[in-house]
């Protein structure tokens, strides 16, 4: 079977499987391009459907009340990884003992426990993210920000993901962390490697040999830093990780150093493309453009619809810990359950009119950071920079718009783009 396209079905009839829907799902140009109507056409059929095209045969979980509940439910863990690291597209047993460092390591990853790690972790890091201490960082985003508007200058034409979507959230991500804001564009290299194979359908072998050299190499990188700056603390996220290290609460250093590197994934990933498929999604709605222009008090709202439309996340796994029922589906234990929230920000049952972007909508919120425990950490942040992003460019470069064809990073997960032309209309 094409890994680009599986037909949907249950395993097996023993397993108290639905009714086998019509639909198919693909990981192909065109599903990439525009994802929205695969996914109507999954909720259509059902609410929950088997497919060998993820990680080897998974459960597709498509309604919002459904994809809420699935990340909300206990009895499904975070605790994803060996199977994801042992199934690799191509691997054998050699290959499993060959990529033991990766798995040792990216398994630490606050993503990937459950309680009671995941709430001694993430207490650590709930401070680092204390909505008065994500406050206290705004000057310093809307000076990174200011900066970036200001090189681009009069220029007429540029592609913003290069120019403004990518720089951004590394610099504020490296702010935060306290890391030299030189070595950026290694983070973006390394970071890039990890989003490949987190979010491959089914990673292949040299994705999985790719993630492992840049954990690895994150690695080095941050075991450098640890040692410097348990010489000299300073106030960045890095110091108070160490501090935490101090009183105990990390029980090894690969389990510190897994929530740098994660951290730095997800500082500058997700929000990037929360810029570019924002900025995309408002160019390509000129009306939607113009209202926020008018009334920049709209933009809080504007960010949060955006997410809802065009999530840079698109879905998240749970394994389930023992056979139980999901959506009236028997699952059994270790099966993989996928989450997909790019679907359940469509669902016409929660949103009125769900393919239409509105910045003034008022219905309940998206999605996209999540639900439950593990609901995304960084949401302040992101939301943070984004604001003052959109404020910024609609205050400065009000005349935006599409120069040409925008350019998906091809990653049906981790959703976003890899160039987004635009020029500046000429008075």
Not at 58 to 68: I, L, N, Q
Not at 289 to 306: H, S
Not at 322 to 351: K, M, T, W
Request: with cysteine; aromatic share 6%; hydrophobic share 45%.
């Amino acid at each position: 079977m094409s890994l680009a396209e599986a037909t949907l079905r249950a395993p097996d009839a023993s397993a108290g499987a639905v009714s086998a829907p019509s639909a198919h799902l693909r990981f192909d140009a065109d599903f990439v391009r525009d994802p929205y109507p695969h996914y109507a056409a999954l909720r259509e059929a059902g609410p929950i459907h088997w497919t060998d095209a993820l990680f080897n045969g998974a459960w597709v979980v498509t309604r919002h009340a459904d994809v809420d509940a699935v990340l909300r439910d206990p009895g499904l863990s975070a605790q994803r990884t060996a199977g994801w690291v042992k199934r690799v597209d191509g691997g054998d047993r050699r290959s499993q003992a060959e990529l033991r460092a990766f798995q040792h390591l990216f398994s630490r990853a606050m993503i990937f426990l459950d309680a009671p790690d995941h709430t001694r972790v993430r207490t650590v890091l709930g401070a680092g993210f204390h909505p008065a201490r994500i406050r206290a960082q705004a000057p310093r985003v809307a000076e990174i920000v200011a900066a970036r508007i200001a090189a681009l200058g009069q220029r007429p034409r540029f592609d913003f993901m290069a120019e403004f979507a990518r720089p951004v959230p590394s610099l504020v991500t490296c702010m935060l962390l306290g890391v030299d804001a030189a070595d950026r564009q290694d983070f973006i290299a390394w970071s890039d490697d990890l989003a490949a194979f987190m979010s491959a359908p089914w990673p292949t072998l040299d994705q999985a040999r790719a993630a492992q050299r840049s954990l690895l190499a994150l690695k080095r990188y941050f075991d450098a830093l640890l040692s410097a700056r348990r010489k000299a603390p300073g106030e960045d996220l890095v110091s108070l990780l160490l501090a935490a290290e101090a009183e105990g609460l990390f029980r090894s250093d690969a389990e510190l150093v897994a929530q740098c590197a994660m951290l730095l994934l997800a500082g500058h990933e997700t929000t990037r493309n929360l810029l570019g498929n924002g900025l995309h999604a408002l160019l390509d709605h000129p009306e939607q453009w113009k209202a926020l222009i008018d009334d920049p008090a709209l933009v809080p709202g504007a960010v949060r619809e955006l997410l809802r439309y065009d999530s840079p996340v698109q879905y998240t796994g749970r394994r389930v810990i023992a056979d139980s029922l999901v959506c009236g589906q028997r699952v059994r234990r270790g099966e993989l359950v996928i989450a997909l929230i790019g679907s359940a920000n469509r669902d016409p049952d929660r949103y009125t009119d769900p393919d239409r972007l509105d910045i003034r909508r008022r219905e309940p919120t998206h999605l996209s950071f999540g639900r439950g425990a593990h609901v995304c950490i960084g949401a302040g942040l992101a939301l943070m920079q984004a604001e003052i992003a959109f404020a910024s460019l609609l205050e400065h470069l009000p005349t935006l718009m599409l120069a040409g064809r925008a350019q998906q990073n091809g990653n049906a997960a981790l959703r976003g783009l890899a160039a987004l032309p635009v020029m500046q209309a000429q008075a």
